[in-house]
């Protein structure tokens, strides 16, 4: 594919229910990074994967949080009982070299959570 | 940890004008990139900083990497429509610190333009 893909794009939950998140790398890319956006904030940083092991998880907010990428390739981000403070913009960006010079991160469109 | 501080937060401008807008860290980056968020969008990367002292052009848009490492700014030159939206600046720290693969985003210039 030509570009990062995420899906669901859009997601309603309601309180306590549990959600996971897809992103699609660009091909043949080794690192994948999850983020984390608040209206009207940054994106700041979630948790990280080089191939299939995740070498930093420190940004996750709380131990509901979890993510995976089982193959080097799909990640998927869960949140278990969800809260109503997990609602934001849940951004993937993949970078094609394990230790790179050049730190540019391709990102997708994003997944908005809302929980009700 | 590490903060960047974007400036302005907004700003609103005439069709045509120059935009100018920077960010500074108060620790050292190694990379800095500049990124532009649509609504509904992801951020997509504009220009890519790597040496300190980097002055590097897209089109009408020119960046530059701090000689102390701790600063970038971005220029649009002649501002049409379409440059509409949230400008972030990005950067990773050092490949020694722990965590310096991950980005660290400003807090976002949102430009809008009078036609």
């Known amino acids: 594919g030509a570009g990062v893909s995420q899906s669901p794009r859009y997601k309603v939950a309601k309180r306590g229910q549990d959600v996971a998140l897809r992103c699609d790398p660009i091909s043949g890319h080794v690192s994948l990074f999850w983020y984390q956006q608040a209206l009207g904030q940054g994106p700041e940083f979630l948790t990280y994967?080089?191939?299939?092991?995740?070498?930093?998880k420190s940004g996750l907010p709380s131990d509901r949080f979890f993510a995976e990428r089982p193959e080097g390739s799909v990640s998927t981000l869960k949140i278990q009982r969800t809260q109503q403070e997990d609602s934001a913009v849940y951004l993937c960006?993949?970078?094609?070299?394990?230790?790179?010079?050049?730190?540019?991160?391709?990102f997708g469109p994003g997944t908005r959570l809302l929980v009700l | 940890g590490q903060q960047l501080n974007q400036s302005p937060q907004s700003m609103f401008i005439q069709e045509g004008e120059d935009v100018s807008m920077n960010c500074t860290s108060s620790?050292?980056?190694?990379?800095w990139l500049w990124y532009k968020q649509d609504p509904g969008e992801g951020p997509v990367l504009l220009i890519a900083?790597?040496?300190?002292?980097e002055l590097t052009s897209n089109g009408r848009l020119t960046a530059q990497f701090g000689i102390t490492r701790k600063d970038s700014f971005l220029n649009i030159s002649a501002s049409i429509p379409s440059d509409v939206g949230i400008y972030f600046c990005a950067g990773t720290g050092p490949y020694r610190v722990q965590g310096a693969q991950k980005l660290v985003f400003g807090q976002g210039t949102r430009l809008t333009i009078n036609p």
């Open positions: 900083l790597y040496k300190a002292g």
């Open positions: 960006a993949s970078r094609s070299r394990v230790l790179p010079r050049q730190e540019t991160q391709y």
């Open positions: 994967f080089q191939n299939e092991a995740q070498l930093d």
């Open positions: 620790s050292i980056f190694n990379t």
